[in-house]
Structures are given as structure tokens and as C-alpha cells.
């Protein structure tokens, strides 16, 4: 237990110095309901659910790819029948009406087996969020109660073989006929036809096909068309071919495939035309007149899907790290001489290095997504938030998405090698963890193309008038502006103010100690300074680029790496201020002296790793550098008696984690 | 083409600054025959067997794992008919008596199917190596003929469920009865079963069995038996307990199983007596007093699996970059607003700055490991290599192969998310190469274990008398000299005096250019002072934490991050000299130039990667660190229309590349 008296002037509250600190005593139930937050209802009835299918995760080794998919099929139905899958549709089409707690059970079922989540995620997140966000009523009407049961399955038919981010480019087409008052859909070639497409090489018997809508020779850009695939026996109706994309590195309980279109007609309303759309006689309406902002609007409606695949990155975390740590604290290796029991794996320093400094970030991300939630909920729950706030919240949730999933690549990898030879088993469950979320940081948008969208964000500070530009578009935007105009459009820009008094130059003798770097107002202030640093070096380097006379893509090919890297500064910035108010907001317990150890180390780990940039910056001198890496290194050992605790607190039902290895006495 | 003159003062002969210079143009079979080397006849039939077995791959990805467990056991069979995989035994036992061959041939076949791969290393290099290295004529009599036809079939059964790297501490019991003159095997307990054991769940109908050898009560530590385990319909043999270790992430086609003995009896001369024997009535025999060097020189034996492993994994990450780069130079995305025609990936910055510096590494390793396949042709060729030289084999082979497997599964990671959708698709090369290579970091030596070994030895000089001491007696030996003392007997010492006048203090003002940044003696200095700077660390934080009274297990928990640091510095510092050798003795030609840019471009973005650690030592001014980003950055753009002609030199079947998505006019 701890004194109640550690806490220092700063606004945060935090404790400055614990090195000379008991070690805190973890409340697991409290940290478990603190994690489940406002959903801890549907949580636990999801993890009731995991449990009772819990054979899938055998299913998933055992059957082949064409059983599993079948099973998958069948465990989605039954999902759905619980009202589960529901949570985010309108209650009378028999949905749960509440979109935040919709997430919630999404993120909680991604402890169990990926491929019913992403079957669950092309469903009801991408079929069936098309139909409720771009349709109007009578789509709703006709189509949402069915795909709540399931009874009526659908695809998402957006990326094709040779047009993936750049979905504004897309060959498909779909031409207006007046006479017929039809849309006639057609895949110009191989490169346009429907590819990856989930549900669809099986079971689904309607897609929401994205295409160019031309009207009499004139192109209006990507709409989306309901488009009935097969028929009641499931074989593929005239004009529509249909190919099985075949094994894939992971996720083969989902069916994905190919679809492409040889003048497939559909009548006039099976367009979905919440934003646009074409009357009889071949007039286009929108209300949104620039053809670039009336596409981003209609993409923004499809923020949900990345809210849930980053959400889903960070539960696989957490499930991968919840079996290392539980390995490393039994399997022994290695001791002193003149001993006969071996050291325990935890208690080396490399593998609480490899460990817990992933441990920390992922608390750090599961706050940074429950802010992000939250804001979700409230944005598509109002009936009109100002696009300002939304371009804000895509931005949020691409910047979420991308670190998310970038972090369960990693950390998944570094807990199979952890493991060494049994995390190499798929009796165990890191094999499937690798292999199914290994798509999380190219789909639902290319982990990289969703960084440059936070830039651009940030560039034009969300402003409605050039928020829908793309890269390119960004470029010239920016290079004729002068740069001091556009680090003060930026929101970045808005952070200096806060940073001036906290964040002394690097050289400064009173930074050259260890004093302070616990203090969350330093860390964020270097978190703030890098964002902001980068990102008006980006507009520096477009506007100079353009001014010698490069093209807008030469220009943008050498700044990219700037761009992204500003993308990730921001974002990083902002899951450190989730963690940390989180932490701020709690009550003194031995669970907040745990959450703030996670917190300085999630945030000095994140600047050891970067700690280059702050020097070459005059921002951090070498002693201090020193002291930084030596503090991860403290932390670590002082987090070590916990990690157990701490990845218990993530509430993962033991049927999930399907450890042969630590049951066995092998590893004791 | 380049001009002749362009050759600089440095001993190297390098261009020192290229700006300016005319793009090479490369002669594809020039530089592949300069990639294969001494041995290009065994690779170029090594490639013949390749594409004549290509459908393994979809066999692979089609069938269920026991069929294809069979499938790779005939493939491995009919390679062994054509010599393929017998060249590093004795001609008299119907070898090829070339053990460089051997390794190239291996390496080459790492272009294909990886489960033909380990399943011929497990058959040839761990059970053939161990019988033929650990064994005496009678057993070289005995079996040798019959394994290198495939005829006879064994396992290599050292790790054990609850015992990998620590080989020493290993479970399995075999007592010896003067009696009956017989050895009898026991596995006291689950956590001593044999384990991940290759060629055991199926085909193995014999083993080398690593034991505790127990005589009248006395332990003489760890001895290998050659053991039947099944009989000749493949039954498991009396008192053999053999399970199957299932499905794993990958290399599904070899069938690994765990091993338990009870009571298992076999002769006197069953033990493989190289290097230490019983005789009949019970007295144990060796000329090797010591038994930690006993035990080191009887693992010092089976270096030749190590050199292979790293060697694969260099050519798997040659496999995927071929694809990567392939793709990225037909799929475009994105483009100028006034343009039809999008750009190619590989055009952006990001997309290169992704590919080329690990192409750079990939060319880097690949000399490296050149070098390191002659040493151990000439170390393993020769009767008796001084101990020295055999400890440096040793240490460069277990480096190389933890650089060498880390880049493999960075590599194939980074090409499969560049290649987005269709990099999951296992139609395509990229899901199958990760899966098979993942468990590269971890077998035949857990990478950090295998750094913590090169930095060992580089602590204790590769003294005879030193170099046998586990990590924990590496730290009393070390606390017990005085710092200077360590530093000055290791290897890392003699570098310093080739530093000092080539790598002046990072506030040099001449340094705060850019100039020298591509003198190869400016990068080696840099690589060099590194090492040396850190091992001396080691040193000094071993003795401050033993003087401080803290126990030798803490102090080595609490340094062995730096301990891990100090081995890879080692060994990124041999992998760079190697490439700036291999250059410096090639004779002027475009190829050179263009080699000389990989190794510049690999030298600066290993630098770029750690800048942190020289500027922290004042070794680096932010000014110069920016520089080298920027170096690199422009390298990258320089490589790039060089970039498919350097993955073709790898000579890589194109039946090899299976990419269907290079074929298709989708990625056009």
C-alpha cells in the first residue's frame, strides 16, 4: 500500500518521484471494471458468449478452410440471434440503438477467434453501416431487420484488384439507362473487378457495390448500388462472376472473393441516396455541390469500421501479452550455479524490456480508444454534428486505427518469440493471433494512407474547404500559403502556447538532471513539441519543394516520410493525453500508482524510441537521453511484480487464452 | 556507364561523393554470377531442382498437413538421389566431401518451399551432422551411407519441453549398467520430454538423444545416444513414447513431435564417443578434462546448422523482396489531379525508404555471409583449427544467424504490408515465407541468447580458459578483473587504435558537414567505436554492479540489455566490413558503383537507426545525424531504378516468385 500524501503541485496530480515508493497492491476487479468502462454490461455478456463457443478456437486449426467457413457462418447467426452483433442499428429494425456499446462488444469478441469477428465486421459493420448511412428509409425498411438475423447476408464490394486507397479511382461502372430506369454495372477490366471482399465468395446473396454513376456520358463519382449476387441456392446470378480469393494468412473462416459485373441491371432505387441521387429521367441532385467533399462525406459515414478494427488490434494485444507474461512468470531458464532452480523468464531485464514497455502501451491505447468511442458515439448519435467535429473524429480514428494495429503486429510478434518454441504451436494461441490480425494494418485503409489523412488534417486544420482534398491536392494547398500562415492554421500550432514554460532547451543545466521526468507536463510537453516541430517542417519542405520548381508528386515522394511521421507524432500525442487524464480523473489507490508507473513508462519509452529526433533538436541533452533509458529500465523492473495482475485485469476468459503451455507442467 | 576516374585517396578506393554522377547500369549476369560465387554450379542446379519440384509450393498451401507431411518427405528423398543434399559428407559414405557446397546448396534450396528445407536440414545437417561430427568410424560405418541416401531416416532430440537454450540443464537421463553393458534412457518428467523435435511425430525411425550421462551415482553432464525409436512399419519401439506437436504457424510439412523414453535400453556403443566414452566395466574416458569445455566443444560441432539457418533466411528475404519490388513497380496508386495515370508504388518516398534500405542489408548479409561459409569450410576442413579460431566461427556463426533470421522476418513482414491485400492472399509467395521463417528467430539458438553468446566471447577474448563459462560465470569473471583489464583483452580493443584518427569528436566543426558521409573509413569508424564503446560498458556496469554487492543473477538481469547490444554491434561491424571488402576487390564497373551505394546505403541507415546512441556519446552533432537522414533518403532515390535489376540478380526462379498478382493485369 501507499502513503495518500505522494502527490506534487503539478495540475495532473501525479507523483513526481516514487523510487522511493512501496510497491502498489493491484485491485484487479477494480482495474477490470475501470477498463470496461461504460459498457461493462455488454462486455461481460460477450465474454459470456466467447466462452460458450469457446471450440471454435479448435474449429479454427482443426477444420478445413471450407468446414471453418461454414462454422464461422453458423457461430455469426447465433451471434446474431443474441442481439449482440445488433447493438448499432435503429431498436425498430430490431437493433440495439446504442453505437458506442456497439464497439464495445466488438472490441470485447475480438479475445475470442478473428474470423467470427470479421465476419461480424463485414456484416453489420460494413453491409449492413452502407445500407443504415448511405441508404434512405425505404433501404432501410427493406433490407436492415433481415441482416440483423442474418438471414439477409451481404458483402462490401469496394476495393478492387488494382484500386485500393485510392478508392476515388475505381473502374468500376454504373450507367444510368433513362429508358429502362435502371443502372446497368459493369467491370471494365481485370483490374476493376471487386477483390478481397469479405462474404463474398460464399455466402453473401447481396453486395453494396461501390462504382463511377454516369449519367449520359458524364461522370458524378463513386456512388454506392444494392446489388443482388446470387440466388436463393446460392449460385451467382446472370452477369455476376463470382471467385474465391483461396487461402489466405489468416481469418480462412471468412470468405472473401472476387466479384466483377457484365451489365448487371438494377432498378433505380437500389442506389443508396442518402447524399445523391438520380431521378428518372436522368437528372443528378445532391445537396453537397463539390464532387470531392459529397465522396469524403459519403467515406465519413464508414468511420465505424476503422473504430473497430483499431479496437480489435489492441484486445488481440492484450490476449497476446496476457499469454507471454503469464509464460514468462513459469517457464524458468538459466540460473545461478550454485543454485538448482532455474531464473523465471520475467525475471530477466531483455524480456521485461521486450515486455512490459508493450504492456504500458497498450493500457496507453485502450484509453486513447475509449475517448475515441465516446466521441463516436456522441458524433453519430446527434443528428448533425458540424463537419469540423467529424473531420476531427476521422482523423482520431484513423490515427487510432493505424497505431493500433501497427501495435498488435508487434506486439503479438515479439510475445511468439517470447515464447520461443511454444508460441510457435497453434495449440497455443499466438499462431492464430499473428496470422488473423496481420490484415489489421492494410485493411479498413492502408495503415500509412491513414497517417497522411491525420497530416492533411492537421495541415489545413480541418477546415471543410480543403479537408476533402487528397495528398496532391494537399500539397498545393499548402505551397500557397507562407508557412507562417499555415503553422498558425494548424491545430498543432495551438499546442505551442502550452509547451513555451515547461519545455526548456536541451542544453539548459536544470534539464540535465533526472528531475521532472516523471512529471506528465514534461512528457506531454515533448510529445506536443515533436507534433508540432514535424508538422511545420512538412510545410516548410512543401512550400520550398514547389517554390524550386518540383511537380506536386515529387514534391509529396520526398515528403512523405515527413507527412506520415507528423500523422504519428499527432497521434501519439494524443494517447498519452488520454492515458493521462484518465490517470487524473481517478481517485488515489494502489490501481492509480500502477496506471501512472504504465503511464511515464508507455510515455518515456515512446521518447527512448524517438529520443534521436529531441536531440538532433536541441530538445533533450545526452545526459538526460541517458537517464531516459534508464528510467524505462526502472520501470520496468518495478512493473515486473505486477505484469500478472495486469494483464489479468484485462478480463480475457480463460477459455480464450487456450495456453496448452501454461498448463503444463513443462513450463513450470 | 561511370567514368573511370572516379576513385577517391581512402584505402577502399571508394567514390567519396556521387551526386553528380551518371546512374549505373547493371549487368544482371555479372552481378548474379558475383552473388553465387564459388559455388554457382551447385546453385544453378540447386535452382534446376527448384523449378522442376515448383508445384511443392501450392502442395503446401493445398493440401492437408499429413499428406503434405509425405509429399515433402518424397521430395526430400528424390533430392537426395541427385547428391543435392549429401555434398557435405565423406565421399566414401557416398557424400561430396565439400561442406561449402553444401551450406551454398542450402541456402540456394532456401529459395523454395521452406518444409523441404528444414526437413532436409533435420535429416542431414542435425541427425546426419551430429552421427557424423559426435560420432566415431563405427558409427560413421553404420549409418552414414543409409542416411545420406534417405534410406534411413533420423531426428536430432536435444530440446526439451522445458529446457531449450539451456542445453546444460537438460532432463533426460542415461544411466549406464556395467552389467548389461547397456545405457538405459529415462525422461523423469513432462517439462524433460524431447520436444519440437523435427522428423519425430512421422519419419523417424532413429534418434540422437541428448542426456544427463549418469555412471554409479556420478553425472558427467551431457552426452548424445543414437537411439531406435520406431520399428520398421513405423510403429514406436518399446518404452517410446512419441506425440505429435500438431499444427504450427508454419513448416507444416515437417513433422515435429515430442519424445519420451521409459527405460529404453541400447547398447554400450550406441553413445557417440568422439569426444568422451565408457567402457565396459563403467570408467568415463575423455581428453577433455574440463567439463563445461567438454559440453561447449561437443555443441561447437553442430555450428554448421546455424550458418545454414541465417543463410535461408537471408535468401527468404531475397524471395520476398523480389516480390515486393516487382509489385511495386507495376501497381500504381494515387496520381497527379491532371493525370489518368497513377503512380507507381516504388515511386513514392515512403514506399523506398520501406523497400531499399533492406535490400541494402539483405546485399549486406549476403557477403557477410560468404565470408562466415568459407571460415567454416576451412575451419570444419581441417583436422585441428586452433581453439581461438574455432570460438571466432562460432561466435560470427551464431551472429550472423540471429542478424540474418531478425532480417527475415522484419523483411517479409515489411513486403507483405507493402503489397497490401494481395501480400495476404497465399496464392501469392509472401504469407507461406513468413510463416516458415518465423520461427528462424527462435530455433537453432534463440536470437538474443546467440547475441549474448558473441558478446561473451567478445568479453573473454575467445580464451580457451573463459570461453566455456556460462553468462552468470561470465559475470564473476569479469567483476573480478579490473575494467581496464576487460576492455583491454577483448577483441573490441585492438579496433580502437584504427578509430582514433578517423573519427573525430562529434563538435568537431569539420564534421559538421556533410562530407565523408560516404567514406567507407568514416562508416567503419562509426560501426567500430560503437562496439567498442559499448562492450566496455558492459564491462564497467558487470564490475560497478558486483562491487555494489548485488548478486551475479541481478547484475546480469540488469545489463543484459546491454549485453545484447554490445553482440549485435559486433556483428553489424563484421557484416559492414565484409560488403566494404567485397567492393574494394572488385574491379571499376557500373556494377561496383551500384554495389557501393547498397553498402553506403546500408552503413548510413543502420547509423540513421541508432543515431541516438553517438549522439548521446557526443560521437554524432545534430547537424551531421540530419545529413545522414537525408543521405539516405537520396540513396533510396538513386537505387530506385535499380532496384528490380537487383532482386533479379538474386537468380531467383521466377516458378519461385509465384506471385500471381504479378501477373495479372489487375497490378498493371
Redesign the interface.
Known amino acids: 500500500m501507499i502513503q495518500d500524501s505522494l502527490t506534487t503541485g503539478t495540475s495532473y496530480g501525479r507523483v513526481c518521484s516514487m523510487s522511493e515508493l512501496e510497491q502498489p497492491d493491484i485491485d484487479v476487479p477494480a482495474l477490470t471494471a475501470l477498463l470496461d468502462g461504460k459498457y461493462a454490461d455488454i462486455r461481460e455478456m460477450t465474454r459470456k458468449n466467447l466462452s460458450e463457443y469457446a471450440h471454435v478456437l479448435d474449429d479454427a486449426?482443426e477444420m478445413?478452410s471450407a468446414e471453418f467457413r461454414e462454422r464461422v457462418l453458423e457461430l455469426v447467426k447465433a451471434m446474431a440471434r443474441t442481439g449482440a452483433t445488433g447493438l448499432g442499428f435503429p431498436p425498430e429494425y430490431g437493433g440495439g440503438g446504442d453505437i458506442g456499446a456497439s464497439v464495445a462488444g466488438f472490441e470485447t469478441m475480438a479475445f475470442g477467434d478473428l474470423s467470427i469477428l470479421v465476419k461480424v465486421g463485414v456484416q453489420f459493420g460494413l453491409f449492413g453501416g452502407a445500407i443504415l448511412q448511405l441508404g434512405s428509409k425505404n433501404h432501410h425498411d427493406a433490407y436492415i431487420a433481415d441482416l440483423v438475423t442474418g438471414d439477409l447476408m451481404g458483402c462490401f464490394a469496394m476495393?478492387?484488384?488494382?484500386?485500393?486507397?485510392?478508392v476515388q479511382?475505381l473502374g468500376t461502372e454504373a450507367v444510368y439507362e433513362p429508358e429502362t430506369r435502371e443502372f446497368v454495372i459493369t467491370t471494365p477490366?481485370?483490374?476493376s473487378?471487386k477483390?478481397?471482399i469479405g462474404n463474398a465468395a460464399a455466402h453473401a446473396s447481396m453486395a453494396v457495390v461501390f462504382a463511377q454513376l454516369r449519367i449520359g456520358g458524364r461522370s458524378e463519382g463513386v456512388h454506392a448500388f444494392v446489388v443482388p449476387i446470387r440466388d436463393e441456392e446460392g449460385h451467382a446470378l446472370e452477369g455476376v462472376t463470382i471467385e474465391d480469393?483461396?487461402?489466405?494468412?489468416g481469418l480462412n473462416g471468412v470468405d472473401n472473393g472476387r466479384l466483377s459485373f457484365d451489365h448487371v441491371r438494377v432498378p433505380r432505387s437500389n442506389m443508396l441516396n442518402r447524399y445523391a441521387e438520380v431521378t428518372e429521367d436522368g437528372r443528378y441532385l445532391s445537396e453537397i455541390e463539390n464532387v470531392d467533399r459529397r465522396f469524403f462525406t459519403m467515406l465519413g459515414t464508414l468511420i465505424q469500421g476503422r473504430v473497430c478494427v483499431g479496437g480489435a488490434g489492441i484486445s488481440a494485444s492484450k490476449v497476446a501479452l496476457a499469454v507471454a507474461v503469464k509464460y514468462a512468470n513459469k517457464?524458468?531458464?538459466?540460473?545461478?550455479?550454485d543454485s538448482d532452480v532455474?531464473?523465471l523468464l520475467l525475471?530477466?531485464?531483455?524480456h521485461q524490456?521486450r515486455l512490459l514497455p508493450l504492456l504500458a502501451k497498450t493500457y496507453a491505447l485502450h484509453f486513447a480508444q475509449e475517448m475515441l468511442v465516446h466521441e463516436l458515439h456522441n458524433v453519430l448519435s446527434t443528428t448533425e454534428a458540424p463537419d469540423r467535429q467529424r473531420r476531427a473524429l476521422e482523423s482520431r480514428a484513423a490515427g487510432t486505427k493505424a497505431l493500433g494495429t501497427w501495435h498488435a503486429?508487434r506486439t503479438i510478434?515479439e510475445c511468439?518469440?517470447a515464447c520461443?518454441?511454444?508460441?510457435?504451436?497453434?495449440?497455443n494461441r499466438l499462431?492464430a493471433l499473428?496470422?488473423d490480425t496481420?490484415?489489421f494494418?492494410?485493411?479498413e485503409g492502408?495503415?500509412?494512407i491513414l497517417l497522411q489523412l491525420v497530416a492533411k488534417g492537421l495541415l489545413t486544420d480541418y477546415s471543410s474547404s480543403f479537408g476533402d482534398l487528397?495528398?496532391?491536392?494537399m500539397v498545393r494547398f499548402v505551397a500557397n500559403l507562407a508557412v507562417e500562415t499555415v503553422v498558425e492554421r494548424t491545430s498543432a500550432h495551438k499546442l505551442l502556447e502550452r509547451i513555451r514554460d515547461v519545455l526548456p532547451g536541451g542544453n539548459d543545466d536544470k534539464w540535465d538532471q533526472e528531475a521532472g521526468l516523471l512529471d506528465p507536463e514534461y512528457q506531454l510537453a515533448m510529445f506536443r513539441w515533436r507534433e508540432e516541430h514535424i508538422l511545420s517542417g512538412v510545410a516548410r519542405r512543401l512550400k520550398r519543394g514547389m517554390d524550386n520548381g518540383m511537380?506536386?508528386?515529387q514534391v509529396f515522394?520526398?515528403?512523405?516520410?515527413h507527412v506520415?511521421a507528423a500523422g504519428r507524432a499527432h497521434v501519439e500525442r494524443l494517447v498519452l493525453e488520454a492515458f493521462v487524464e484518465k490517470n487524473a480523473a481517478m481517485v488515489d489507490s494502489d490501481n492509480k500508482v500502477a496506471l501512472n508507473m504504465l503511464c511515464d513508462l508507455f510515455a518515456l519509452s515512446t521518447i527512448e524510441a524517438d529520443?534521436?529526433f529531441w536531440?538532433?533538436?536541441?530538445r533533450l541533452s545526452?545526459a538526460r537521453?541517458?537517464a531516459i533509458s534508464r528510467e524505462v529500465?526502472s520501470l520496468c523492473?518495478r512493473l515486473r511484480p505486477l505484469a500478472e495482475d495486469l494483464v489479468d485485469a484485462f478480463g480475457i476468459p480463460a477459455e480464450m487464452l487456450k495456453a496448452e503451455m501454461l498448463d503444463?507442467?513443462?513450463?513450470?
Open positions: 486449426i478445413p476495393t478492387e484488384t488494382g484500386h485500393g486507397s485510392n479511382a477490366d481485370r483490374r473487378r477483390d478481397y480469393d483461396g487461402e489466405k494468412i517457464r524458468r531458464q538459466f540460473g545461478a550455479p532455474e531464473e525475471d530477466y531485464g531483455m524490456r503486429s510478434q511468439r518469440e520461443g518454441g511454444a508460441g510457435y504451436l497453434m495449440s499462431g499473428r496470422a496481420d490484415v494494418t492494410t485493411f492502408d495503415n500509412h487528397d495528398q496532391l491536392g511537380d506536386t508528386v515522394s520526398q515528403v512523405q516520410d506520415i529520443r534521436a536531440m538532433e533538436h536541441g545526452s537521453s541517458k529500465s523492473r503444463d507442467p513443462g513450463a513450470a
